[in-house]
Structure formats: structure tokens, C-alpha cells
């Protein structure tokens, strides 16, 4: 695909990849349980706020990943599709990124990931209503707030002092754990080398029972990601809309 | 309603009412903007100086830029090492709060003078490798007793100096510039 | 002056409205500058702004996980698994991730309190001279037999010592008990391998070198026994030996997260497990041309009626059994909870010894005893539980200890344990929420929370490798909390009984050394003390062989039948809620994940199948009242299209009465519907209810992830 300046259009910071991404990562939904293990790991990484059972039932909860799962045919003959764990596809043509009219959302050059700067961020709620994936998450409230929640004046002792504490009318959504992304780099450069493969993974891979969650370098074709994701049976979701993702799923399973 | 207050503010009471208003909010906001650039106020009006010109490196108290995002303030155990081998810790007017805080068993509570926003993770480690000097960002620490920054540590004059590094490296430039690079 | 604004004009005011503003919204100093407290003395091993790891155990089941805790500046920030543990290898589950957040509760107990059995937290706060006083009082003036220990389902060095402390004063030894364990059927499965196979151990099922899995009621992938073992089984299995992916087909009656996940789903009638496991044994005996003595009795047309299946789809699966390379027969959970309980897991057993798999890799084995070959201590079945029960409402049981279990909360209503305590004369908690039992106690005298706790844990199943996971605290007390095993040593000694011990760690210590003489462990150390490190450091000590134990060849009839519950119009299929498991409600993250099948976030539901739904004029989010044997309770319709038409389903979790402001006046317990009907091995028989349901004309809108219109536009008249 020819890449396409989109800064033409006045969307500065947006850009389209042509090249591949740098971190990548393949989703076994086969192996996958639905056992929501990455979605608490990740809540308890990125300081993801709880926003009590009226808020979740408008919609409004703030889970950077969460589980899908659909009904096929009726009972006896239903059956559920594999769980499928949807998070930031970390597109590499993002729809998110050109409508952002506070540059915002922008694609990081270095990491090739996409990228929510929260102080910048207004609450135009733009970039989720034009991601497909629906995976941004809005602050309704102020729920990191002990002012208004009071239950965070203890709870907040588990905060992540790598990830900002987001506020009120801040979109949000999975970074790829970019804090651990910068740790290893960090780490690898003091101690002069290069990344390792599978020296680190984000919270949800770290997590998940499975295994199904795996996380690496998908421009180097020795790392496991980039062999998982290479297999016949990997597909990107809603790639017909020209996202370039860099979230493969694995579907069907071993044959 | 809003008619007559507009004919009552060009009346000549209405226009001093104005002017105070104007003056109580601008002076306000002087005094607002005045006691942003004032530091704070520490514990222990601690002489960098006298420190500094001892030979004491920076990194004997705050050892954590080498490795990591924070230098770290010194714990009073630290200060005590020291300072109970010393006269002067006996004698000195700035001292009392230490010698308490060690009988204590209480930290001290320092207030950081140079710091950046929440939504900013900044790291010593790299700048240190990078060739950089504490001096380079925090002045000349020796001149001083209380710590006050010399500049606006503001993302202004942060971007000046990544942008002076970076240039002419194309690599360089895109993890310098990048907004993941400080904002996450 | 001109009527215009210059652009510079404007800029200057907007300038000046903005530091008015600033002024005047209060960014004054305060809140630019906060105030840093660094460490008075900072500890060696910590360096500014990097994070400091422990090695621990995970205490929210009684899995024994082990986990790795980062800290940052004496704050514990994140929970992840210990990549040499043998129990997880390094994963953890959704309620392990979550146990920051019991650390951290905003409704912890902050020290210890005369509660005096007031219904909410009482605010008379003691000092712990106090609370010793009264400890070492009761130690002296309450005879040993009048003295009762109820404790958690951890087998873990508090239990270790109570059972020293119980022998020493010469009173009964302490009862260990858990709600999971009731919905596990862990009773059941371990009388069936003392009665098959001679062998009281829990079966640990391989699924890792499986083909093929036959699974009834186990909720493995949920809370069933070690989950997160299993789920590395499962995961292990489907991506195949020799390229060939295993295959799993659940049986059960509602599809469960475990089920929804397997390759086949086969909804057979609640009860008639026992028969299609033993039309399934009878037929695999045909296609192999053996003998299959226990199972002449059963007909598989007749099993498949009761199962309310095709014939030909059990003959089918009958077959696929008989020619699989490593075929595999799971059981637990709702299959072991009816009447004939036990007759169905003997049967299953059976069935894999049949198929010629015990003691086969991809078969079934027996879990590794403890490291220094002590067969595990067996929790309280239901029946022990009905039996203690018994004993305090007789006004025998003077002081009752409780630590580390809710059986208020956990144990059905119609044991009649609140009625019970009323007879016991002084009863000390030793928790650490403010549950439902804590309240009804006279002293709370809090234990510290699992994360600031050093302790050993024996690791019941879920390794290969027999092993002591190892507690240590990874940040100093949050409130003012004591040991409980600190507590009554210091006690003890009060009143004049001191146990051999100066206090905690030289009585973990003592527990400890009899390892460092052992071979084949994961490390060794000349001295004990840097033993002690070391088994801190690693997280515990294990084995580095398989020690899974080889079951003798079985023996014993088996008859099964139907099993027959009351009557009524649906069946009941109570089921741990596979995201807060029996004491996660009261972690806020933990009610805002999503139930992974319903979606459903924050409450109890009651799950109908569509058709019958349908059929009652039943919608969603409809209040409905659930009619037991032993109670009643109101939740809200999820209409499930992968339920039974005839079984309605309940989560269990919820329903606290307290527990802290995330728990408590939430939702409804299902085990309050319930009779104490058990099975032959004492396990409830929790799945042999029926129940009736009326209508109550509310509504509640459940809060769930999943939209309530499809992609089709289903449900789209429902919404409105």
C-alpha cells in the first residue's frame, strides 16, 4: 500500500505505515478461556478506573480490554464463538488519529504504536466514534478522585507510578504497556544490547493462564510473535477497512 | 435588567466600582503569578552551597539518576552519617530539625522543587548516559542554599534541547520527538 | 477607540483572564508543591525509584499459586506469577490480579475491636495488650474440649500450628472449610479414591497429554480446584502433541465459561451424569470386547432418555472414547453434587481405568502428597460442617476461634449456624474484612492481609511436583494488624501454656528445616539460615520430580442410577461466579469484570433459557423469585440461549449482607435456597434441588458489557 501524507488533510501527526509495525502481537483464540485474567492484569497495570455498576450499565466502564464472545444458532444446536479479546489493534492506518482535533491521538514514529496523550486530550470523543474496534475508553467523572470516590483514598497505593492517573473528559485506551516498552528499552541500553525477545511482555500476556496472548518484535521474522502470526490460520479483524492492525488472531486452532 | 446595570457601570459611580473590580482581580492575579515563582518553603533551609563546596558530588545524596527515573531525596540517616561526626551539627541555628528528626525516628519532609506534571514520566537515567551534567538542567546548584530552578522546566525547554540533540539524526529524531517518549 | 478588538488585544486579555483564573481556581502553591516523605532509614536493597520483587503465595483460593509482587517505595503495585512456581509457572488468574485490591480495601478491619455480635463494624477499638489479655483469659479458663478452631481452606502453617496448639491443650483438632470446596466436590473425589482405589488423595486429571477430554461438571477453567494449573493443561492440550489438537466435550447442564470453551457441548439433564458415564463404560467395554461387570446394569438407550439426549449421539461418543489415543474422563463440581455423588465419581474413575489410562500420561493420577510424604489434611465436607454445627448449638463449644472463612456467607442458612452461635459463649475473628461471621463475633482481632504475612503453604494439587509455597510479607502492615499465629503463641505463653516456639518465623522455621535434609528439591543450602532465604527468595520448595502418585488398580462395585431431587418446576444449578469466586465481591475491579458468558458486571442473575422464557412471558432484567426448599431469593432474568429449558442457573458470590461497601446489599446467595441434602461422602448435594419461580412485576437492569441488541436488531423490541 502507498503511503499517504495525510498531513495533506490538515491531520498532522497522523501518518500511514506503509512499512510493518515494530510491536505486534498474536492472539490464540483457540487457546483463549475467557477467563478474564488480562482484563483485571491490565486494569491493575495502567491505573484503570472502576466506575461502580450504574456507570459500567450506561456503557461507560473503563476496560482497556475486554472479552467478546457471540451466540450462534438456538438451543440445542448453540454454540459460542471462541472468546475473542479485543483491545487497541494498535492500527498501523489508524481511524482514530486524523479526526482528533487536539492532535491527541497520534502515531508514535519511534514505536509505531498509537499513541493517547492525555494532556492534550479535550473530550471530543471523536477518535471513539471512529474507531472501529471500539476499544477507547472515556473518563465520565472524575472516578480516580478520592473527592468523589472515597474508596480510592486507600486504593490508591496500588497505583502504577509509570502511568499517569487519568481525569475527567480524557479518552483513553490500551498503549501496549508502553511503560514496560520504554522500561526494557531503558534496561537494554544501559546494559548495552538490544531488546531481547520475550524479555517482557504487557500485562495481559504476562497474565493470561492460556498463553494465548503473545507479545514481540513483528519486524524481526526470528521472534515468536512473528512466527505465530505468519501461520495460514491468522486473520485481522475488520482489516477491510484499511487499518493495517497489529493485533493477529489466531483462529481454529492446531490442525 | 442587564440594561441597567450596563447604563448604571458608565455612570461615574458604576465606572469606580469598575475600576476597583479590575484592580482587586489584576492585583490578584499578581500576586497569584508571584507566589508560583516563590519556592517553597523546606524543612531545613538547606545551604547547597556549603555542601558543594566541600566536594560533596551530587550523586552522594541523590544516587538514583544514574539509574533511574528518580535522583531521590536523602533519607535523615543519610544527613546523619555525617553530620553527627560533626561540631557543627551541635552549634548551627538550621540544624534542630535534623537532631529531631533523628531522635524520632521521622522523616523529613522535603517539598522537590524541580519537577514536572503528573502526565510526564521523565527519566534521569538517559539524560545522565546521554552526556549530560545535573548543572545542565538544575544551574549552578553551588551558588545556592535553597534549590530553586533556573529556568521553567516547561515542555517548551524541554523539546529545545531534544531538538538541538536530535538533529541532523533522523533515528534520533523520531524517539525524541515522539509524544510516547515522555507521555504515557 | 475603535469598536473592533485587535487580534494582540485579545491576546493580552486572554493572557490576563487566564492567570485570573489560575488565581482564582486556587493554583496557588499548595497545588503545585507536595510534599515528599522519603524513608527515614531507606532500606539497603531499595533504590530510589526502582522497584523492589517478592517471591509469595497467592491466598485468594486455596490453589497455592505462586506470585512475584512488585513494590515500589514500600507499596505493593502489581501481582504477577512466579515463573518457577509449579503450580501456575508464572500466570495468574483474574482473582489474583485483583488481590491489591484487598490490600488496599477501604473496609479493612484497622485493628482489633470488641465487636460484641453488634450487626455492623463496632468502633470500640483495643490495643493489642488488651486483646492478649483476652486471648491468654481464655486459653486458661476454657476447658480444651469447649474450645473450637474453624479456619480457613488453606493447608498453611496457621493450621500446622493450630493443630499443635489443639494437641497440646488436648482439645479437637481445628476444621478447615470453604465454600469452594462444597461446589468442587473435593470430599466426593477424594472417598472415591479411597474407596476405588484404597488411596484417600485428590485425582489429578492430566489433560496436558489428552486427546481426548470427557468432562462432567467440572468447572475446571472457572475455580475448580487449581484453575489456573488446569487451564495450562487445556492450553498445553490444543496445541496438540504431533501436530494433533486435543478435543474437549463438556457435559453439563447450563454452558459454563469451561464449557463454552470446549469443543463440544452436550446439555444433559441435571442428575443423569452417573448414567451416561456408565452407558458410556458399558459401550466402551463392547467396542474393546472387554468385560464391564459394574456398568451390565445400565442401558444406553435408557441413559440417554434420562439425559434427555439422541441414543445414537452416546453411541457416537461411546465410539470416539474406545478409539482415542489418550482418552480422558474428568469429573466434579455440579456432577458429584447429588444424592448418588460419589457413585458417579467412582464410576468416572472407573471408566478411565476402563480405557486403561490411570497412571498413564494423559490419564488420571493422584496428587503429590506433601514434600515430607504426609498425606494432605482433608478439608470438613458439608456433613462434618452440619455435624460442628450441631456441637456449638448444643452449648458444648464454649470458644470458638474463626479465621480465614465466612461460613455465615458460605454455608446454606438451613445448617441453622446463626442460630448456633448464639450458643457459644465467646467467639474471637481473626479477619481481616468485615464479613458477614466477623460481625457476629464478640472480638475481631485482625490477621494481616496474605500480602504482609510470612507463612508456607502445602500445595494440595495442580502440580506434578510435590510443594511448601512460601509467604512472605512484601510490604510492611497497612493498619494495625498482628499475626494470628504471632498472636496466640504470645497468648499461649500468657497463659502460662507456652508451645516450644518464640514466635511466627521460628515456628515457620522449625516447620521448614526438616526440608533442607531432603534431595531432589529445588535448591539447597549448607545452613539454615540461608536456607530460610532461599525458601523466601524461590517462593517456596518443591520437588524437581513428578511425585503425582500411582493409584493401584480398582476394586469395588459401583451402581448408579438417576439421581432423584425434590420436587418442582426447574432444576437449580448453583455455580461460583468464574470471576469472584466465594470472597472476591468485595474488590471493586473484580465486580466491574464481566462475567465472561453473560457479560453481566456487578450482580446476581438468574439464567433461563430462552424458549422457557419465552413461554412464561419472562423478559430480561425481570425480578424474578426463586422458590427453594429452604428459602427464597429476587434476582433479575439474563435470558440464556445455552442453558437446558428445564434448569435454571445462579451464580454464587454475591449476596453479602456485608463485607465492605463494594459487597455488601448486593445482589442474592443462592446457597441460602438450599437444604442440607448431601451425598454418601458428605458433600452437599447441591444440584439435586428443583425450585419454582414467580414473577414479581419489578425490573432491574443489569449493567453488562454485551449490548442488549444484537447485530441482527435482535432484542431490539425487548429495549424498548
Known amino acids: ?255 | 435588567m442587564i440594561s441597567s446595570v450596563v447604563k448604571w457601570l458608565s455612570e461615574p459611580l458604576g465606572r469606580v466600582a469598575l475600576l476597583i473590580v479590575g484592580l482587586t482581580v489584576i492585583s490578584g492575579a499578581a500576586w497569584g503569578i508571584n507566589v508560583l515563582q516563590t519556592t517553597p518553603e523546606q524543612p531545613i533551609e538547606f545551604p547547597h552551597v556549603r555542601h558543594v563546596s566541600m566536594g560533596i558530588p551530587c550523586l552522594y545524596c541523590h544516587p538514583g539518576a544514574t539509574r533511574g527515573p528518580s535522583a531521590g531525596l536523602p533519607s535523615p540517616m543519610k544527613c546523619w552519617g555525617c553530620h553527627q561526626q560533626m561540631e557543627i551539627t551541635k552549634t548551627s541555628p538550621l540544624l534542630p530539625p535534623l537532631v529531631a528528626a533523628i531522635e524520632n525516628g521521622t522523616p523529613l519532609r522535603w517539598v522537590p522543587v524541580a519537577q514536572v506534571p503528573d502526565f510526564v514520566q521523565f527519566n534521569h537515567r538517559p539524560h545522565l548516559a546521554a552526556g549530560l551534567n545535573c548543572e545542565d538542567c538544575h544551574g549552578n546548584v553551588a551558588q545556592m542554599t535553597i534549590y530553586q530552578n533556573p529556568q521553567v522546566m516547561n515542555m517548551g525547554w524541554c523539546l529545545n534541547c531534544h531538538r538541538e540533540r536530535s538533529a541532523g539524526n533522523p533515528e534520533l529524531e523520531k524517539k525524541l520527538l515522539d509524544c510516547g517518549t515522555c507521555h504515557y | 477607540m475603535s469598536n473592533t478588538i485587535s487580534r494582540r488585544d485579545f491576546l493580552k486579555l486572554a493572557g490576563l483572564g487566564a492567570a485570573t483564573s489560575a488565581v482564582l481556581t486556587g493554583c496557588g502553591p499548595a497545588a503545585k508543591y507536595v510534599t515528599r516523605q522519603p524513608y527515614f532509614d531507606m532500606p539497603e536493597y531499595t533504590y530510589h525509584g526502582e522497584s523492589t520483587y517478592y517471591a509469595t503465595t497467592c491466598r485468594e483460593c486455596a490453589a497455592g499459586c505462586g506470585l512475584i509482587v512488585r513494590t515500589f517505595q514500600g507499596r505493593a503495585i502489581k501481582v504477577e506469577g512466579n515463573p518457577a512456581h509449579p503450580v501456575n509457572r508464572g500466570k495468574t488468574c483474574a482473582r489474583g490480579q485483583a488481590t491489591l485490591q484487598g490490600l488496599y480495601n477501604p473496609d479493612r478491619i484497622p485493628g482489633p475491636i470488641r465487636q460484641g455480635r453488634a450487626g455492623a463494624l463496632s468502633r470500640q477499638v483495643m490495643t493489642w495488650d488488651e486483646a492478649l489479655d483476652i486471648l491468654a483469659k481464655l486459653f486458661q479458663n476454657t476447658p480444651a474440649d469447649q474450645m473450637a478452631f474453624l479456619l480457613g481452606p488453606a493447608p498453611d502453617h496457621l493450621y500446622d500450628l493450630v493443630v499443635e496448639l489443639a494437641a497440646h491443650l488436648g482439645g479437637p483438632a481445628p476444621i478447615r472449610f470453604g465454600a469452594l470446596s462444597l461446589f468442587e466436590g473435593r470430599t466426593t473425589l477424594i472417598q472415591a479414591a479411597q474407596e476405588l482405589f484404597g488411596q484417600a488423595a485428590l485425582p489429578f486429571f492430566d489433560l496436558a497429554s489428552a486427546d481426548l477430554v470427557f468432562s462432567f461438571g467440572a468447572n475446571f477453567l472457572e475455580t475448580w480446584i487449581s484453575p489456573v494449573s488446569y487451564t495450562r493443561g487445556l492450553s498445553t492440550m490444543r496445541k496438540g502433541r504431533d501436530g494433533r489438537r486435543g478435543i474437549l466435550v463438556q457435559f453439563e447442564a447450563r454452558m459454563s465459561q469451561t464449557a463454552s470453551v470446549a469443543d463440544e457441548w452436550i446439555p444433559i439433564r441435571l442428575g443423569s451424569e452417573g448414567l451416561v458415564i456408565a452407558a458410556l463404560a458399558r459401550l466402551v467395554a463392547e467396542v474393546q470386547g472387554r468385560p464391564a461387570d459394574s456398568f451390565q446394569e445400565v442401558t444406553p438407550d435408557e441413559a440417554a432418555t434420562a439425559a434427555d439426549i439422541p441414543p445414537e449421539m452416546l453411541y457416537h461418543l461411546a465410539d470416539r472414547l474406545a478409539t482415542a489415543a489418550r482418552p480422558l474422563v474428568l469429573v466434579g463440581g455440579s456432577a458429584l453434587a447429588h444424592r448418588n455423588g460419589l457413585q458417579v465419581a467412582k464410576a468416572a474413575l472407573a471408566l478411565n481405568a476402563l480405557l486403561g489410562n490411570v497412571g498413564r500420561e494423559g490419564g488420571v493420577f493422584l496428587s503429590p502428597p506433601a514434600p515430607d510424604g504426609a498425606p494432605h489434611s482433608r478439608l470438613a465436607s458439608v456433613q462434618e460442617m452440619a455435624a460442628f454445627v450441631q456441637r456449638l448449638a448444643s452449648g458444648t463449644v464454649k470458644t470458638l476461634f474463626i479465621h480465614g472463612v465466612n461460613p455465615l456467607f458460605e454455608l446454606p442458612a438451613s445448617l441453622g449456624l446463626a442460630e448456633a452461635l448464639k450458643n457459644v459463649e465467646t467467639i474471637v475473628s481473626f479477619a481481616t474484612f468485615p464479613d458477614e461471621t466477623a460481625l457476629q463475633a464478640d472480638y475481631i482481632f485482625p490477621d494481616h492481609h496474605g500480602l504482609e504475612s510470612f507463612g508456607y503453604q502445602r500445595v494440595m494439587a495442580g502440580a506434578k511436583e510435590a510443594a511448601l509455597s512460601g509467604l512472605q510479607p512484601v510490604v510492611s502492615p497497612f493498619h494495625d494488624t498482628r499475626a494470628t499465629v504471632d498472636l496466640l503463641l504470645a497468648a499461649l505463653a500468657q497463659a502460662g501454656r507456652p508451645l516450644p516456639y518464640s514466635d511466627e518465623f521460628a515456628f515457620i522455621q522449625s516447620k521448614i528445616r526438616p526440608l533442607m535434609t531432603l534431595a531432589g528439591g529445588s535448591f539447597t543450602a549448607p545452613e539454615e539460615h540461608t536456607f530460610m532465604a532461599l525458601f523466601q527468595q524461590h517462593g517456596g520448595w518443591w520437588t524437581l520430580n513428578d511425585m503425582r502418585q500411582q493409584p493401584s488398580s480398582p476394586r469395588g462395585r459401583i451402581a448408579v442410577a438417576m439421581a432423584a431431587p425434590e420436587d418442582g418446576e426447574f432444576y437449580l444449578l448453583p455455580f461460583v461466579s468464574p470471576v469472584l469466586g466465594e470472597a472476591g465481591a468485595n474488590k471493586p475491579w473484580l465486580q466491574e469484570t464481566p462475567d465472561p458468558t453473560t457479560t453481566v458486571m456487578w450482580n446476581t442473575w438468574v439464567e433461563i433459557n430462552p424458549k422457557t422464557a419465552k413461554k412464561l412471558g419472562i423478559k430480561n432484567d425481570e425480578v424474578v423469585r426463586l422458590i427453594g426448599p429452604a428459602g427464597a431469593i429476587e434476582v433479575p432474568v439474563y435470558v440464556y440461549p445455552a442453558i437446558r429449558p428445564d434448569t435454571l442457573a445462579v451464580p454464587f458470590g454475591q449476596g453479602h449482607t456485608a463485607y465492605g461497601r463494594f459487597a455488601a446489599g448486593r445482589g442474592a446467595n443462592p446457597i441460602n435456597l438450599l437444604l442440607p441434602i448431601l451425598n454418601e461422602a458428605g458433600d452437599l448435594a447441591f444440584a439435586d434441588v428443583k425450585v419454582r419461580l414467580e414473577k414479581t412485576g419489578r425490573k432491574y437492569s443489569l449493567s453488562r458489557l454485551e449490548s442488549r441488541i444484537g447485530v441482527y436488531g435482535e432484542g431490539l423490541e425487548e429495549a424498548h
Open chain 1, 1 to 255: 500500500m502507498k503511503p499517504i501524507d495525510l498531513s495533506l488533510f490538515g491531520a498532522k501527526g497522523a501518518i500511514v505505515e506503509a512499512a510493518e509495525g515494530k510491536w505486534g502481537m498474536a492472539i490464540d483464540q483457540d487457546l483463549c478461556t475467557g477467563c478474564q485474567a488480562c482484563v483485571v492484569a491490565c486494569a491493575m497495570e495502567n491505573n484503570v478506573p472502576f466506575v461502580g455498576e450504574i456507570d459500567a450499565g450506561y456503557g461507560r466502564s473503563m476496560h482497556w480490554i475486554r472479552i467478546e464472545r457471540f451466540w450462534e444458532g438456538e438451543y440445542p444446536e448453540i454454540r459460542m464463538t471462541p472468546y475473542r479479546p479485543m483491545l487497541c489493534q494498535q492500527c498501523g492506518n489508524a481511524p482514530c488519529e486524523p479526526v482528533c482535533p487536539a492532535y491527541a491521538t497520534v502515531h508514535s514514529q519511534s514505536e509505531r504504536i498509537n499513541l493517547q496523550v492525555y494532556n492534550r486530550c479535550v473530550g471530543t470523543r471523536y477518535c471513539a466514534n471512529n474507531c472501529p474496534y471500539q476499544v477507547r475508553s472515556f473518563n465520565w467523572r472524575d472516578y480516580t478522585d478520592e473527592r468523589v470516590n472515597d474508596a480510592i483514598a486507600t486504593l490508591k497505593n496500588q497505583y502504577n507510578p509509570d502511568v499517569t492517573v487519568r481525569r475527567r473528559g480524557v479518552m483513553e485506551k490500551c498503549t501496549f504497556c508502553i511503560q514496560r516498552i520504554h522500561r526494557a528499552q531503558d534496561r537494554a541500553k544501559a546494559e548495552g544490547r538490544e531488546v531481547q525477545d520475550g524479555e517482557f511482555a504487557p500485562a495481559c500476556a504476562q497474565a493470561c493462564p492460556a498463553d494465548a496472548i503473545v507479545f514481540g518484535r513483528i519486524d524481526d521474522l526470528r521472534s515468536r510473535v512473528s512466527r505465530l502470526i505468519r501461520q495460514k490460520h491468522g486473520v485481522h479483524y475488520l482489516e477491510e477497512l484499511g487499518t493495517q492492525p497489529r493485533v493477529t488472531y489466531l483462529v481454529g486452532g492446531a490442525s
